[in-house]
DNA sequence: GTCTATAAGGAGATAGAC
DNA sequence: GTCTATCTCCTTATAGAC
């Protein structure tokens, strides 16, 4: 890169917000692991939130282009009728897991985790995933047309709260060493559970016993 | 209460646990909110960690035993056969939703999903969840009897992380703000969409397209 | 049991040399 | 662009009066 520090910082900052979570991360013990003094990442980001700030562009927004381009991808093989669930549960969940695998880069899908996990009222937030959050609603509407856009909102939010919990718990198969169970295999079995909720019948009115 | 100054620093560290999270308050903060001094947690709990295990102990062991009587009856009402996973997901779902619909014990709910989410170290977390998971497993896999015991472990894993996040993040960006939180509805939906992903077919052996 | 006062160190941020 | 040194405020924790 042109400027090897500010790479440093940022790698470093991925890596130790992914592993022990924003709040419980200190600038300073960033700056230690990037091999670099505390003034760098102001010179670099102005602050600690403009450091987060970076790493969500860096990392959070491809990962949204991605997941827009595949849902582009199933709606040009569905032009009309019902979308396959599993398709959009694949289409939202893989870009965010596919590096889980590898342990030079699984700290990029646990930094994702952690962001959503961490900050969900944040104004940031709304700006980077309202725009996929929207298409994925319309999505899950014409996979389960029987549910209401409400309920197509919350299926979403549950869908993500399976991903994020999945990839951020430190007992979760993916993050346990001890359990070795690879990416491939999680993703699929997370498509297994999440796409048969997408595609429950409507929600009780009440108590139903 | 036998000790007002007492109650009144769990009750405030509670709330400001639960809405601000475990890791980004400070111990002073909840001092002020109580109108104690910082002297008085050390008194009474020796410790910021003291404390929390003291919250843990005054509000996730109640749920969890109420989630085991819940689970007990269902056993009872079917002695021999498949078990609805309706039941299994609102056993142990709903000791833990049930206040948030009461403005007054909201933080109790919350309380619960931020010390699941951020979970500190993994060895208290299973000390108390331990027992809980460990039944809940076997109950899942007699809601879906052609999965593996490893394949119930993960949607049990599943099912927890849409209800903690459905608990720390009621308005998260990802849905419409205008959502409706009603909790009965809340648990409804959460009931719909995770007693379907328990009880969905196998997950594909590789990658299915 | 509850307080004041303070220790001892960590936090983010900044000035200015090089 | 990167450094050292430092500022100011905040953190958990403790000692000791009452």
């Keep these: 890169m042109n400027d090897p520090t500010k790479e440093r910082i940022l790698d470093a900052a991925e890596r130790m917000f992914a592993e022990n979570g924003v709040a419980a991360t200190s600038l300073r013990a960033i700056m230690k692991e990037a091999g670099a003094n505390m003034a760098a990442v102001h010179y670099h980001f102005g602050s600690r939130e403009g450091l987060l700030e970076a790493l ?12 827009l381009e595949l849902l582009d991808a199933i709606e040009q093989r569905h032009l009309r009728g019902v979308i396959p669930a599993e398709d959009i549960v694949r289409a939202f969940c893989a870009p965010a897991l596919e590096m889980l695998g590898d342990p030079q880069r699984r700290h990029v899908s646990r930094l994702i985790g952690r962001i959503v996990m961490e900050a969900p009222d944040s104004a940031a937030m709304t700006r980077i995933f309202g725009t996929t959050a929207r298409r994925f609603v319309s999505a899950i509407q014409r996979a389960a047309p029987h549910i209401t856009e409400d309920e197509a909102w919350v299926r979403l939010h549950f869908m993500v709260g399976t991903m994020v919990f999945t990839l951020t718990a430190p007992r979760s198969p993916v993050c346990d060493p001890s359990m070795s169970v690879d990416t491939q295999t999680v993703l699929e079995q997370l498509i297994a559970f999440a796409s048969a909720g997408l595609a429950a019948p409507c929600a009780a009115e009440s108590g139903k016993e």
């Design 56 to 67: 969500m562009a860096r990392r959070a927004e491809p990962v949204n282009r991605r997941r």
